[in-house]
């Protein structure tokens, strides 16, 4: 498959693009945060082509999101474990499943609900700020060139315009 | 181009995957929160193709993301703006951005800065329960059918494998 170079591009979130801006690679990640470790249970749950797995599988191990680990000899069967990288994506995931929860869920309702830990209850992810704690909206912050923005394709805006 | 229908599956990340599981798509966003509003700003922005520019814009306003405003007449001019459905998807990305920000800035540092107005700081995004407020982990949570739940292809591990 023919892939754009998002990597180029001098950008935090083109970046993340590169690696996660896939729909299967996305789903991928979910369905081992949540449990599935192995080839053909993901292959089963999201009714995906073989080698269109494969290859999101060999990317986000690539991409250091994964690891492939031999849990089995002779004959050698591997599951797949998120990596301290892949494990730290999953924040950003479950703000996007809030998103799609509050406009794409329809009149049934969010299908899967997250439980957490440390309060034990049924919440959502809510994306704030680090430093105040206050929620994040749109509206409440601007952008700045950082120390790694560079003039390139796609960063004209971060070096020029702001 | 031909796109896999990730809307079927019942799972909000799926759903958002479908929308914005997509790298030019995210990045589109990005540059109208950024404050690129035209075809022609974000296309030379971006050095994206002008049919998958459009093909992204048109996508993102069928969606409910974008809104095309015409903002001059003789000849006519339009501009994109995100509607409250698109500027909701921000905070995700920013959770997206501060992910890239860790794990794919390399030595040079964070090519763009986020400063929040609230606490008047450059800051980053984290990803909170509404609930607690405690910071949300791969390790803090555990997911339960929801209403909207359904088995379906992509969906056997929240009908029934939880």
Request: proline fraction near 5%.
């Amino acid at each position: 498959m023919a892939r754009t170079d998002f990597s180029r591009i001098a950008c935090s979130i083109a970046r993340s693009a590169a690696i996660v801006g896939d729909g299967w690679a996305l789903l991928v990640v979910r369905d081992i945060t949540l449990g599935l470790h192995r080839f053909d249970e993901i292959q089963r749950d999201l009714g995906v082509a073989t080698n269109v797995l494969s290859d999101r599988l060999q990317r986000l191990t690539a991409c250091g999101l994964l690891e492939k680990h031999r849990y089995e000899q002779h004959p050698d069967r591997y599951e797949y474990l998120l990596t301290e990288k892949g494990r730290d994506l999953v924040p950003a995931l479950l703000a996007l499943m809030a998103w799609g929860d509050r406009w794409e869920a329809g009149p049934d309702g969010p299908p899967l609900l997250m439980h957490h830990h440390d309060c034990d209850h049924t919440t959502e992810a809510t994306v704030t700020c680090r430093r105040c704690g206050h929620e994040l909206t749109a509206d409440t912050v601007d952008y700045r060139p950082g120390p790694g923005g560079r003039t390139a394709p796609g960063t004209a805006l971060i070096a020029g315009l702001l």
